[in-house]
């Protein structure tokens, strides 16, 4: 059949209207739809099983654990905040929901969910992350950071003679100067002196709201309760690692042939009935177990909480460790080497610079401080690279989304490197409602339906890393200050992601709905 001149004309103009309609859609409407749009929603209500289902259209559902089957680092389903929730131990529980690009800071991103964060002392806990940005609970406090690289490093500030070991404590970055016998520490803007303490002041450590010292000369421990130092108690001569593990405080011995590991219950300090190897040094907490290096004879020992015993040979000086992607590393001064703990036995990784000692994991990689060269060497997961420093680095800590270093020697200056920034908001008890946002050009974090806390960043997006819920990808500072793995421990529910900054008014009626369906 034939069809007629009128019949063609109007499936013509027909087939014009619906075209124009379809780009109008596209150009106009699509846009302003997928603004604030939900584009990942858990939660869960399961009860069971290995994977947590995403409710949004996008299915970007998650895996507890390391995969499908029912392992030692699941979560343990309960009752949560409303329905069904997940529960944290702390040690190695998490859950992957993947590498979407969905997830990525490109534009902007609302990230919300009912959190009731245990208190483990004062140690870091990461509540979720993907790589260079994560949500931590820290003494009390939500941190949202963002961390990202820079041109180079800089200098942030002169300190005492010799800093050493650096901690984060109460909103601020506190150095040992171990040659001057006193403490520094920086406000975000200047650093200023904090107090004197005992005889070279070297590993440090935030402990029940509180930030203690370990004195290698003195062999005594200082405390800071926020306002002046005064001694804590006295430990063994020549002590330089300590260690926050299983709510008390550890110190290890590093005197000559010495085995002696401290303990603070809180109210005294005694000394270990165990030994361990010839002059422990620095402390690690890896998957619930407390790890020491061993410096004179080349071993590393682990505590379960009950009883030490030998992890394993490695190279010679073991000096520091850092928990880097679910794998305990550690440095080896004397041999320059870094060795890597899989959870059953101890290999040698990798040849580095001369004399590594810190480690740190900073936007996803792995840095390792030498103090006999000028660079420092970074492990991306793959492949090892120089990062130019210009002199001799000692030990890391990461503070307000930006990486810090210490120069041990004739340097009295602390460097930076990085473009991240980080805000705070008080935790409260039980469950809290925390809203966390990026936009360019700011954060912010905005507490039980709170007025946001925000920041403004200099950073343009991230990575295709899995998003991690109950960790994150490694140890926050390094060297004598003992670290943690900083998995979280407590509990999560209704658990979303937006791919824009939700209004406060938003953030508010989710709070509300919360409470009301109590």
């Given at each position: 059949?034939i069809?007629?001149?009128q019949?063609k004309?109007?499936?013509?103009?027909?087939?014009c209207?619906?075209?124009?309609?379809?780009i109008y859609?596209?150009?106009?409407?699509?846009?302003?739809?997928t603004?604030n749009k939900?584009?990942?929603y858990?939660n869960?209500d399961?009860?069971?099983?290995q994977?947590?289902?995403?409710l949004?259209?996008?299915?970007?559902?998650?895996?507890?654990g390391v995969n499908d089957?029912?392992?030692?680092?699941d979560?343990?389903?309960?009752?949560?905040r409303?329905?069904?929730g997940l529960l944290f131990?702390g040690?190695?529980d998490?859950?992957?929901l993947?590498?979407s690009?969905?997830f990525n800071l490109?534009?902007?991103?609302?990230?919300e969910?009912?959190?009731?964060?245990?208190?483990?002392a004062?140690?870091?806990?990461?509540i979720?992350?993907k790589e260079?940005?994560?949500?931590?609970?820290?003494?009390?406090?939500?941190?949202w950071?963002?961390?990202?690289?820079?041109?180079?490093?800089?200098?942030?500030?002169?300190?005492?003679n010799?800093?050493?070991g650096?901690?984060?404590?109460n909103g601020?970055?506190?150095?040992s100067?171990?040659?001057s016998?006193?403490?520094?520490?920086?406000?975000?803007?200047?650093?200023?002196?904090?107090?004197?303490?005992?005889e070279n002041?070297?590993?440090?450590?935030?402990?029940n709201g509180?930030l203690?010292?370990?004195?290698?000369?003195?062999?005594e421990?200082y405390?800071?309760?926020?306002?002046?130092w005064?001694?804590s108690?006295?430990?063994g001569?020549?002590s330089?690692?300590?260690?926050?593990?299983?709510?008390k405080?550890?110190?290890a011995?590093?005197?000559?042939?010495?085995?002696?590991i401290?303990v603070?219950?809180?109210?005294?300090w005694?000394?270990?009935?165990?030994?361990?190897?010839?002059?422990?040094?620095?402390?690690?907490v890896?998957?619930?177990k407390l790890?020491?290096s061993?410096?004179e004879?080349?071993?590393?020992?682990?505590f379960d909480?009950?009883e030490?015993?030998?992890?394993?040979?490695?190279?010679k000086?073991?000096?520091g460790?850092a928990?880097?992607?679910d794998?305990?590393?550690?440095s080896c001064y004397?041999?320059?080497?870094v060795?890597?703990?899989?959870g059953?036995k101890?290999?040698?990784?990798k040849?580095?610079?001369?004399?590594?000692?810190g480690l740190v994991?900073?936007?996803?990689e792995?840095y390792?401080?030498?103090?006999?060269?000028?660079?420092?060497?970074?492990?991306?997961?793959?492949r090892w690279?120089p990062?130019?420093?210009?002199?001799?680095?000692?030990s890391f800590?990461?503070?307000?989304g930006?990486l810090y270093?210490?120069?041990?020697?004739?340097?009295?200056f602390?460097?930076?490197?990085?473009s991240?920034?980080?805000?705070s908001?008080?935790?409260?008890?039980g469950?809290?409602?925390?809203?966390?946002?990026?936009?360019e050009?700011?954060?912010?974090i905005?507490?039980?339906?709170?007025?946001?806390i925000?920041?403004?960043?200099?950073?343009?997006?991230?990575n295709?890393s899995?998003?991690?819920?109950g960790k994150?990808?490694?140890s926050s500072?390094?060297a004598?200050?003992?670290?943690?793995?900083?998995?979280?421990?407590?509990?999560?529910?209704?658990?979303?992601?937006?791919?824009?900054v939700?209004p406060?008014k938003?953030?508010?009626?989710?709070y509300?709905?919360?409470l009301?369906r109590?």
């Open positions: 059949m069809m007629n001149i019949t004309n109007k499936i013509i103009l027909l087939a209207i619906v075209f124009f309609v379809l859609i596209f150009l106009f409407l699509l846009p302003g739809a603004k939900l584009i990942g858990w869960f399961e009860g069971s099983g994977t947590v289902n995403d949004s259209i996008f299915s970007n559902n998650g895996i507890l089957n029912v392992n030692s680092d979560p343990e389903w309960i009752e949560g409303l329905g069904g131990d040690k190695n998490y859950l992957n993947g590498n690009n969905d490109n534009g902007g991103l609302t990230i969910a009912w959190i009731d964060a245990e208190n483990i004062g140690q870091t806990q990461t979720f992350s260079n940005y994560e949500l931590k609970e820290r003494s009390g406090q939500f941190i950071q963002v961390t990202g690289d820079s041109l180079g490093w800089s200098e942030s500030g002169e300190v005492g010799w800093p050493a650096m901690a984060v404590y601020k970055l506190y150095v100067c171990f040659k016998d006193d403490i520094y520490v920086f406000d975000g803007v200047k650093w200023s002196k904090s107090g004197d303490v005992g002041p070297a590993g440090m450590a935030v402990y509180k203690y010292v370990v004195c290698y000369g003195s062999g421990v405390v800071f309760d926020g306002v002046k005064s001694k108690g006295d430990v001569h020549h330089l690692g300590i260690a926050v593990y299983n709510d405080l550890y110190v011995c590093y005197g000559v042939l010495c085995r002696d401290y603070f219950d809180g109210e005294k005694s000394q270990s009935e165990d030994v361990v190897g010839d002059e422990p040094s620095t402390f690690m890896y998957n619930g790890y020491v061993c410096y004879s080349d071993e590393v020992y682990v909480g009950e030490w015993s030998k992890s394993g040979d490695v190279g000086g073991p000096s460790f928990v880097y992607n794998k305990l590393y550690l004397k041999s320059n080497e060795y890597v703990f899989d059953v101890w290999l040698k990784l040849d580095v610079g001369d004399g590594p000692r994991v900073y936007n996803g792995l390792v401080a030498c103090i006999g060269s000028n660079n420092i060497y970074v492990f991306d997961g793959e690279y990062n130019e420093f210009g002199q001799s680095t000692f800590s990461i503070y307000d930006k270093a210490t120069s041990l020697g004739s340097s009295q602390i460097h930076v490197f990085g991240g920034k980080s805000v908001a008080k935790r409260e008890l469950y809290n409602f925390v809203s966390v946002y990026f936009k050009g700011e954060i912010g905005s507490v039980n339906g709170k007025e946001p925000t920041a403004k960043h200099f950073l343009s997006g991230s295709n899995d998003f991690y819920i994150g990808y490694g500072q390094s004598f200050s003992g670290g943690s793995s900083e998995f979280f421990k407590g509990a999560i529910d209704e658990f979303r992601i937006y791919n824009d939700r406060l938003d953030i508010r009626a989710d509300n709905e919360g009301e109590l």
